[in-house]
Structure formats: structure tokens, C-alpha cells
């Protein structure tokens, strides 16, 4: 199978993490051809300076669903309990919070900004003369 095959089986489902300014996973549900689906994980990293994305893969098939998610889990809860347990966690999903309102702050800014100066290019209807208007 060509790698383009890969990338077109069908996408059943999909989870996206954003993690900061420059970095996204992407949890993909694909269906085969064969009825029979698969997990993809990508990793997706904007390199510095707008220069593309980088993004590395991990394939997790359904025979190994269990064991993935349990080394994971395992993985997670051993640096939270055993290496670092003081550690605040969820200051970054706080921080991720900021950031998004922030972001929506500035998306509904430039709206008005757009609306507000489309509106001042239109001639008011009261400012139109018959004689202005040739029929």
C-alpha cells in the first residue's frame, strides 16, 4: 500500500488536543477497507519562523487498544505520583483557557474591525439623490 493510501482511509472520528502555541495532537479513528479500524496519534508541530509542519505518526490497532492505553496510563501516572506528585498539572489547561479566550477576544475584534469599516464604505440611502442614481 502507498503511504497516500494511508492518509485516505476513512476517518470515522477525531479528537484534536491543542498543547501551546505550536504543537497539536490529533487522535484519528480510520476505518479500513476491510471494516476494521485503527487509532492514529499524530503529533503536529509548527516549525519556527512559518517554515511548515512537522508531524510524526503512532498506529495503534485494535489488538493492541488495551495494552497501549494501560502503558500509557501507566507511563502518566508514574511521573504524576512517583517522580513529580507536587506538581501542578493543571496549570497548563488553565493557561490553555487563557490563551483560547484571548483568542476569541481577538477573532471578535477583527470582526468588528471588518463590519464596522465595511459599513463605513457604504453610502447611506438618506445621501442618494434621484439625480444621483441614472435609470
Request: net charge negative.
Amino acid at each position: 500500500m502507498s503511504k497516500e493510501g494511508n492518509y485516505n482511509m476513512e476517518s470515522v472520528y477525531t479528537s484534536k488536543v491543542k498543547a501551546g502555541k505550536r504543537r497539536t495532537y490529533f487522535f484519528d479513528v480510520r476505518k479500513t477497507k476491510g471494516d476494521d479500524y485503527y487509532v492514529t496519534l499524530t503529533e503536529s508541530t509548527k516549525k519556527f519562523h512559518g517554515e511548515g509542519v512537522e508531524r510524526h505518526k503512532i498506529f495503534v490497532y485494535k489488538e493492541d487498544f488495551n495494552r497501549f492505553q494501560n502503558g500509557l496510563n501507566d507511563a502518566i501516572n508514574h511521573v504524576k505520583t512517583e517522580l513529580m506528585p507536587d506538581y501542578d498539572y493543571a496549570q497548563y489547561e488553565r493557561r490553555h483557557e487563557e490563551w483560547e479566550k484571548e483568542q476569541e477576544q481577538i477573532k471578535k475584534n477583527e470582526v468588528k474591525i471588518e463590519s464596522s469599516s465595511s459599513e463605513d464604505d457604504s453610502i447611506p440611502e438618506s445621501d442618494v439623490s434621484e439625480e444621483d442614481v441614472s435609470w
